[in-house]
């Protein structure tokens, strides 16, 4: 598998105070299998769609009890030595220090000057998403902040973004593309937003049929926060399991309207 260049989204996961229910919840939605979490890394369960690995659940880390469950994206790097440096001459801060995991990679959890929490990823023998873009698998990620300033100046001073503003005066949305390549969007929230919802990173999973994604989720006890709707990139809604860890679901084989405009 090619590298991925810096960047570009490499992995997910998310931690949850009940980990079998988590499994439930994403094994019915979104059909994955699991591997065997491992006692010496702390339970972490790999996902897999067809056979292909697409992301993780853990169990919530000791000290950790209350924090609400949240999607949590991984940005690859080649050296994460010189990434931690930019985060911190960028003004960002680290959650942790960087933390070798086996032979897998190089982890680090950081956080922009706007709230936004992340993570970087430093491939060893685990080279991140081995299916993206089909059912089952990631598809997109938005950068979602109340602070677009703080959080453009912070990520385009880490990573080598070429930015593409979207021409529609209703929304404040960037592309953040690698090599000529879209990788992330960057979107301002809205007062659409409940106050109390902090800047994050809202990962998309594919899915066959958005509506029926959708119903599938609130019948597992997860809630409908918005749409669904159509758009050029496909049919898409914003939900949340039933632990309240949001995401967003998208059937990228429906899709309506002319593509925007970048500038």
């Not at 919840?25 to 979490?37: H, K, R």
């Not at 959650?95 to 430093?122: C, N, R, Y």
């Not at 992330?184 to 509506?211: H, I, W």
Request: glycine fraction near 10%; hydrophobic fraction near 40%.
């Amino acid at each position: 598998m090619a590298a991925r260049p810096e960047g570009a989204p490499i992995w997910a996961d998310a931690m949850f105070p009940d980990l079998e229910a988590a499994k439930s919840f994403y094994g019915e939605l979104l059909g994955w299998t699991f591997e065997e979490g491992q006692q010496e890394f702390g339970n972490y369960t790999q996902a897999r769609s067809d056979g292909k690995r697409v992301g993780a659940l853990a169990p919530q880390m000791p000290g950790t009890e209350g924090v609400p469950a949240a999607w949590n994206l991984y940005l690859a790097t080649p050296d994460i030595k010189a990434a931690v440096t930019r985060v911190k001459e960028a003004g960002g801060a680290l959650a942790m220090e960087p933390m070798q995991v086996a032979d897998f990679g190089t982890m680090v959890t950081a956080q922009d000057p706007a709230g936004v929490f992340f993570s970087l990823w430093q491939p060893g023998t685990h080279e991140g998403f081995e299916k993206t873009g089909e059912p089952g698998s990631f598809a997109w990620a938005e950068v979602t902040t109340r602070d677009p300033a703080k959080t453009d100046a912070f990520f385009e001073a880490v990573f080598p973004y070429e930015v593409k503003k979207m021409v529609d005066e209703h929304v404040d949305f960037n592309v953040w593309q690698l090599d000529g390549r879209p990788q992330l969007g960057r979107f301002k929230m809205t007062e659409d937003f409940p106050p109390q919802v902090p800047s994050y990173v809202n990962v998309y999973f594919a899915v066959d049929d958005c509506d029926a994604a959708v119903a599938t989720a609130t019948k597992l006890g997860g809630k409908l926060h918005f749409g669904p709707m159509d758009s050029p990139f496909g049919r898409f809604a914003a939900v949340a399991d039933q632990q309240g860890a949001a995401f967003s679901v998208i059937d990228m084989s429906t899709t309506q309207g002319e593509m925007p405009d970048l500038a």
